[in-house]
């Protein structure tokens, strides 16, 4: 069963910064698809960035510039630098992963909290 594992969620001022990782089990993951999502309560999940595994990222209009992502597959991580912190990327963020036989995986969720 695989599993993901996210971390370095927290409380940050605007402007500040942040590191979240997320750490999968198994083996492959060098193939498969990486994304970072996040959701607001009452609202959709939406995407904030992805890497495929060729290394292609993708980032939603409102984080490019500000956010990163990247893989690290010896360790099977994958991590999004947050820079430039507003209060409106204050949401819980999700980890999520598409083997290549397209089962997608979820984490559980990091909280990020960007205020004063």
């Known amino acids: 069963q695989v599993q993901l594992v996210e971390s370095g969620g927290g409380l940050v001022q605007p402007g500040g910064s942040l590191r979240l990782s997320c750490a999968a089990s198994?083996?492959?993951?060098?193939?498969?698809?990486m994304g970072w999502y996040r959701q607001a309560p009452g609202k959709e999940r939406e995407l904030v960035a992805f890497?495929?595994?060729?290394?292609?990222?993708n980032y939603a209009d409102s984080v490019k510039g500000r956010f990163t992502i990247s893989r690290d597959n010896a360790k099977n991580t994958v991590y999004l630098q947050m820079n430039s912190l507003r209060p409106d990327d204050t949401d819980v963020y999700y980890c999520?992963?598409?083997?290549?036989?397209?089962?997608?995986?979820w984490g559980q969720g990091t909280q990020v909290t960007v205020s004063s």
């Open positions: 999520k992963m598409i083997t290549t036989s397209h089962t997608t995986y």
């Open positions: 198994g083996s492959s993951f060098s193939t498969y698809y």
């Open positions: 890497i495929a595994s060729g290394g292609t990222t």
